[in-house]
């Protein structure tokens, strides 16, 4: 696609549950992110992948969360067990590359509402 | 521990005057400095960078300046346009955190016509 994709954009959760968050990266891209915008903060790494490098996740807030990447392209970023501290919007990201000197392109987000 | 922080929560100038984002950082491994806009709803949008080569970057506009004696960075919007208005977030990258963005909390600049 033209752009980074994200689905749903909107998803709003009972505690307790588990939600999974999707991201279609740009194609080529071999790196992706995942960041979350909880209100009024700034954004907060959660986890990266760069090819076939095993993946970042040292900004996982907690062992409910965990995130996989698929045959190097789409991402699932899932919440078990979902607190109202997680209620947030979810930002994937990718790039070309990765690492230094590589601009991050990023989807419109998912806004979860944990109630 | 906030490694990147922008002070000014919001920043209001007047159309076709200069509006000045300031960000700050800790982390003395860090050497690529990035700055992105976003509006409301949207993904954040990548808009200028700067290596820590350079003190200096210009596009358009827009001029990043760096000063790393400091560990200081400042974004220049000159002039300013109501289309402008949006929030900045400032990032960066380096060290240990290779590959990882490092965001600061933002400013929401309010250009006003």
């Known amino acids: 696609g033209a752009g980074v994709s994200q689905s749903p954009s909107n998803k709003v959760t009972e505690k307790g549950k588990d939600v999974e968050l999707r991201c279609d990266p740009i194609?080529?891209?071999?790196?992706l992110y995942w960041y979350r915008q909880s209100l009024g903060q700034g954004l907060e790494f959660l986890i990266y992948f760069q090819g076939n490098s095993a993946p970042d996740k040292s900004g996982l807030p907690s062992d409910r969360f965990s995130a996989e990447r698929t045959g190097g392209s789409v991402s699932t970023l899932t919440i078990q067990r979902t607190q109202q501290e997680d209620s947030a919007v979810y930002l994937c990201a990718s790039s070309l590359e990765g690492g230094l000197n590589t601009e991050a392109f990023f989807g419109q987000g998912t806004r979860l509402t944990v109630v | 521990d906030q490694q990147v922080k922008q002070n000014s929560p919001s920043l209001s100038v007047q159309e076709g005057r200069i509006s000045i984002l300031n960000c700050d950082y800790t982390?003395?491994?860090?050497?690529?400095f990035l700055w992105y806009k976003k509006y409301p709803a949207e993904g954040p949008t990548f808009l200028i960078s700067?290596?820590?080569?350079?003190d200096k970057n210009e596009d358009g506009r827009f001029t990043v300046f760096l000063n790393k004696s400091a560990k200081h960075l400042s974004l220049h919007i000159v002039p300013s346009q109501p289309g402008d208005s949006a929030v900045y977030f400032c990032a960066a990258t380096g060290g240990t955190s290779y590959g990882k963005l490092t965001f600061g909390q933002g400013t929401i600049l309010t250009v006003h016509p």
């Open positions: 700067i290596s820590s080569i350079k």
């Open positions: 194609s080529g891209h071999t790196a």
């Open positions: 982390n003395s491994m860090f050497d690529y």
